[in-house]
């Protein structure tokens, strides 16, 4: 995942080259990172309803963010 992290960041430079740019496609589908790629591989998204008894539900991000500035 770092590695992919690591091209991302220069295929979003201005000028990047289209191999790193393709690069980057190729492994977004390897990870499944893309819609298509999630189908690919068969994944699904459970809703928080739906979540096992125990499980850590992660709050939404904004509600973080609020939270944060609220201290």
Known sequence: MARYVRLLVKAEKPNAPAAICGEVRQMEDRL???PMAMLRLRW???SAEDAE????IVPDVADR???AGAE
């Open 32 to 34: 499944g990172l893309t």
């Open 53 to 56: 008894p125990g499980l850590v």
């Open 65 to 67: 963010w609020k939270q």
């Open 44 to 46: 699904t998204v459970e």
